[in-house]
């Protein structure tokens, strides 16, 4: 398994804009599909965005299309969130994932390692 430390939350007006980071160890970061997710107090793990090992191909969440790019650098063995455009409902932990599928809709039962979370919270 890959271990995963994300990095970069923090407290923003809405309509500003944040980068999160995850760095991963281990020398096969870039053979994982990776993923980010968020859980905002009292709902479900939802999907935001993944992206495949080469980084050629992407899916989002309808949420957050056209604000949130995800991307990766393989030599740094890091994934990105770049977050603009942000809403008080963006409001949320901010965990990334690794795992083996891609899927268009992922679910967390999807990714097989997991961060320890990132707060994002986005005051109007």
């Known amino acids: 398994q890959v271990q995963l430390v994300e990095s970069g939350g923090g407290l923003v007006q809405a309509g500003g804009s944040l980068r999160l980071s995850c760095a991963a160890s281990?020398?096969?970061?870039?053979?994982?599909?990776m993923g980010w997710f968020r859980q905002a107090p009292g709902k479900e793990r939802e999907f935001v965005a993944t992206?495949?090992?080469?980084?050629?191909?992407?899916y989002y969440a309808d949420s957050v299309k056209g604000r949130l790019t995800i991307s990766r650098d393989n030599a740094k063995n890091t994934v990105y969130l770049q977050m603009n455009s942000l809403k008080p409902e963006d409001t949320a932990v901010y965990y990334c994932?690794?795992?083996?599928?891609?899927?268009?809709?992922?679910?967390?039962?999807?990714?097989?390692?997991w961060g320890q979370g990132t707060q994002v919270t986005v005051s109007s």
């Open positions: 994932a690794a795992g083996r599928i891609l899927q268009r809709y992922s679910r967390p039962t999807d990714f097989g390692s």
């Open positions: 992206i495949n090992w080469s980084g050629s191909i992407t």
């Open positions: 281990g020398r096969t970061f870039s053979s994982y599909v």
